[in-house]
């Protein structure tokens, strides 16, 4: 994204990065281990709308690229309909990036002609297996837990608890903070589809989701803490350097300590 090209850093910091999201959350661990679950696949789809959103930095957005962007958001719906938080997440990014490209009537049309020809087979499907174009596929699943989310248990539990499983997130409320002088829309908006996707998981009927190593659905959404990683670490390297490099030790053991834990 744009403000990370105001935010330059050398390559170290986008091996850490990387390195964060992948060995640092549970991300390793749905790529590898578990594939057959769809959050990886959603992870997939985020970066491509992160990725096509970004790519014409300084220039207008070209057509193949408002397309590509589209399609990904439409796609990550249809693959988990609650993610809809990561899709509304990306349209803000691209209208603060972008604003003229929200202001283009012909990009609402195009968004929908995207989503119906990306829920099409799905509808069609529902619609001969079961008579109705639209079903709820999960049965007696339900949010049943809104009154009185599982907050706690989301974040902190040793079973299946975000942050135990994903250490690397320890990193946002500073991240946070390294990116606020620079992008404080950016910042609000992640910080509000957090909290919505977190009393989401504390509302659901299971809140710990089961067999799962971590807060799966949590995965499609490491995109966006890599973001806030980044400029918590180019923002160290470039005025404290001690605390870089302190930092970036320990983040290299807690990765490889996740890492042999996923693969146990």
Not at 23 to 50: D, M
């Amino acid at each position: 994204l744009a403000f990370m090209r105001r935010m330059p850093a050398p390559p170290l910091i986008a091996v850490l990065c990387i390195a964060s999201v992948a060995f640092g959350t549970n991300t390793f661990y749905y790529a590898f281990r578990a594939p057959a679950f769809s959050h990886v696949y959603s992870f997939f789809l985020v970066c491509v709308a992160i990725y096509a959103a970004s790519a014409d930095a300084g220039k207008p957005m070209r057509k193949s690229m408002r397309w590509l962007f589209l399609f990904a958001c439409a796609m990550i719906v249809a693959v988990r309909p609650t993610d809809v938080v990561a899709a509304l997440a990306l349209l803000g990014l691209l209208g603060i990036e972008r604003p003229v490209e929200l202001r283009r009537p012909g990009f609402y049309l195009s968004g929908l002609m995207a989503g119906l020809l990306v829920a099409a087979p799905q509808l069609i499907y529902w619609k001969f297996a079961h008579g109705h174009w639209v079903v709820y596929s999960y049965g007696d699943e339900s949010f049943s837990n809104w009154a009185s989310p599982l907050i706690k248990e989301v974040l902190m539990a040793p079973r299946n608890g975000l942050l135990p499983y994903a250490p690397a997130l320890f990193l946002l409320p500073f991240g946070f903070w390294a990116l606020w002088p620079d992008s404080r829309r950016v910042v609000l908006l992640l910080l509000a589809a957090f909290a919505v996707i977190l009393y989401s998981f504390a509302a659901w009927h299971s809140w710990d989701f089961g067999c799962s190593y971590g807060m799966r659905p949590f995965v499609q959404y490491t995109p966006f803490a890599g973001l806030v990683i980044w400029a918590l670490l180019q923002k160290l390297h470039a005025r404290m350097p001690p605390a870089f490099w302190s930092l970036a030790t320990v983040l290299v053991l807690v990765c490889f300590v996740n890492y042999r834990t996923m693969l146990q």
